[in-house]
Each structure stands twice: as structure tokens, then as C-alpha cells.
DNA sequence: CGTTTGGCGGTGGTCAGACCACTGGGTAGC
DNA sequence: GCTACCCAGTGGTCTGACCACCGCCAAACG
């Protein structure tokens, strides 16, 4: 009763994460052979390509066929698609609201915005350089929805903190759908970029000068109209 | 260049997360037979296999084997099982570090107890159970932190958002690990746990008063608190 | 007539074998 | 020395088979 079975695919997946672990895989380094684990596990391949296909998806490892160095089953740390497509699919299954979305990638980006503030010399060259791009009028939504994108990316990665940077970014994909479908309802496009491109230079500008509690407010009310925006057909 | 062959897997996937989110499918429905997919798809059964274990890893279906109603693959809504299992390894594979996950959960957990605290009138009533639960001087170190898992978790699930409550699951599970190790480290036990029990009846009592920002920051201190406690190994 | 029991069909779980596509490197030919 | 070709190794996929499990129903039994 109390010992299970064990699915065959679940031995090969607890193998690898005690291998890794343990030291024994790390970054860069390549599984051996779908052929080679079988045999050593054995188990079937079958069973080993399951396990494999869900370190893939969840952004551990990279497959690749043919031979040399680019072949195998390699172990990265791409933890965004992963974190991505687990929140997609939750949301695609109606475990989690959208509401619920907005309101975590605000504590997580208030939480990113307040720590860089408070930091001694936050390194804000990428966030200066996209907040830059941005600036360009010329941009059409879906290029500003995308540099947008990298902003709040680059504000995460600049707080230096991997999980946050992961989630934030899962956070976002998960709802691209829904933001991409507001955008073409906005009726007036160039009003509400100049508003969020405003909105960005002030969060920046907070985080320079240590008002933690200020930009932790500002994100706020930006994410928020921002969603309000994409929500609603009347501009 | 810009055509992927598709991976077989892929093409089984997505039309599962399109069924979602068109509402073809739903929690609670059954997911055709392996065999079915797979003829319906035009691809192999082990393809249709492989996605469905990356649906089943994220907590996205259950599968059981048999006849009637419990038997095939079922849309269920577990994103904490997701969850714990991708911070899991991402963090075995060095992708993620401690530091940044409890990081992260101070991130989470302090907009929580904010959000609790500017409430009307929260629903404490799993809280205080779990707290008054803690109370009891017999417990063994791990049936308290047992409890205080739940207890962080009913403060999450208080607040309403599944999203926070997935993500603050799965980076508790994620470090379990480690938090398991320190505790047994811990010279004088009956001292920590007491100090842990404080923080909680404070950080609840600041909630009932509506103190937000104490709440936040007693939160704060409390998380990185246990932390410290169960990685050092001098008390 | 009620109860028990046995088989049957459908489902996931697993394996073995085969074949294809792709890649890199080594080798034969120029 | 250079080039073109072939070969071995790898993942990607399909097929077919078998097993374990479970609910259902009919046949046998009291």
C-alpha cells in the first residue's frame, strides 16, 4: 500500500534531479544516451523520452539530434519557458485568474522596484537603454508592447534576483494573449504610450533618487492602468 | 527556416492548450483515449504519451489506469504540484539560487499580509486555527514545521489569489530540502520555536489591526528570520 | 429471487524493435 | 592539400505487443 510501484518514467526523472543534485550533473553538462539511460535504469526508452520531454518543456535540458557537440540532451537553465508554460497552461485550465496574474506581477515588481531603490548603485544601463528605445514615436504597439516587455524584464534582472526574473517573465507570457487582443481595441494608441512611456521614465526616475515606497506605488498604479487599458474596450 | 517540423509531441500539446482555452475543455472532463489522440492527431500513441506526462508533471491532468469514471486522463487544477516540481529542479540545476527563492517568498508573502491587513474584514479563520494549532508545547520539530507551512499557506489562500498561493507553495517545497537539514542543527529548539510562535501572533495581530506595512515588515523579518536560523549552524 | 463470482472490455503503463532525419568527423578520391 | 562522400551516433517517431488494473454485467449459485 504504502509503496508505490514506482512509474518507470518517475525512476528516470528522480535520477536525474538526485544526479543533479548531488554534483553530478550541472550546467553544460551532457545526459547520456535515451539508449544508454534505458539500459542503465532498465527501463524502456519510451519511459526515459517521457522524462526527458518534461525536463524539456520545463527548460532544464535542450535536445538535439545529429553528433558533436550541439547533439544530446545538454542541461541549461532556461528556467523562463518552463515557468511560462506552466503558468500558460494553469490559466488555460482555469486554475488561476487573470486577476490573480496582474495582482502577483505586481508584488513581484513592486517588491523588484522597492529593493532598487534601496540599493546602493542599482546597474540600470539595460533599463536606461530600453527605457531609451522606448522614446522612439515611430514604434508601432506591438514593437513598444514588446520593448514594454523588456523594460520590466531588465528592471527584474537589474534587482539580480533569478526566480523573480523567471517568474516575472512566466507571469507575462501567460497573459501576452490576452494583452495582444486589448491592444487593438485601444482607440487612441499614441495617448496611452506617451501616458505609460511617462509612467516608466517616473518609476526610474523614483528608483534613482531611493524613494523605495514611491516607486512601489508608481509600478503599481502602472500595472494596473495598464491592464485596465488592455481590459476594457473604451480607452 | 521559419516552419518547425513540429515535434509530434508539440502538435498533441498545443491542441490540448487550445481545447482549454476554447473551452472545449474544462476541469473535471476527460481527456480522450491515448489511442484516441494519437489516430485523431495523426501521430504516434508514445508522442501522445509524452505530452500528457508534461500535462501530468504540471499538475494539469491525473491519469488512472482501469475503467469508469476515475480511470483516463482527467483535468484537475493542481498548479502547487507544477510548481514545486519546476523550482525543484531548477534550483538542482543551479538555475535558481536559495537565497533568490527566499528572496522571492519575502516578496510574495509581504504583499500578502499588506493585502490582508487593507482588508475589510479578512477571512482568518483557517489562520487562527492553524496558529492556535502551532501552540501546543509537544510538537516535534517536524510537525511544526508541518504546521508552519500551513499556516504560511492559509495566509496566502486568505488573501485569494491562487497564483500566490501555487508560487508560495512551490518555493517552500522547492528549499524543503534544506529547511529539513537546518532544523536538525538547531541547538536549543524550544527557544526558536517559541520566537517563531511570537512572530506569528504579531504578524496576525498586525493584520487584525490593519497594519499593513508592520505586517509587511514584520513578515519580512520573520521569513528571513527562519532562514537564517535553519542554514547556520550556531543558533 | 437475491447474492456472489467470474469473465469481458476498455484504459493507462511499459517495453522491444524498427526506421527516419540530422549532424559531425573521418576517409577516400581528386 | 583540398574536397566530397560515407558512416556512425544521436534524437524523433511509429508500430505492435503485452501486462495490470478496474468497473460492469451476466451467469452461476444459494
Redesign the pocket.
Known sequence: MTDA???????VLDRIESDLMSGELGPGD??????????T??????????A??VL?VMGLIR???????????IIIGTPSGGMSALLRLQLAAQSFAVEDVVQTRIALESAVVADLAAAESPDLVDVQRVLGAMDDPSLSPAEFVAFDAQLHLALAEAAGNGVTVAMMGGLRDAIEGYVARGIRRIADWDDAAARLRHEHHRIVELIGEGEADGARAAVTDHIRGYYATVTSPTE
Open positions: 510501484p514506482a512509474k518507470a518514467w518517475r525512476i551532457r545526459l547520456p544516451p535515451e539508449r544508454e539511460l534505458a539500459t535504469l532498465g527501463v524502456g526508452r519510451s519511459s526515459v523520452r517521457e526527458l520531454r524539456e535536445t538535439g539530434t545529429g553528433s558533436g557537440p550541439t547533439a544530446g540532451a
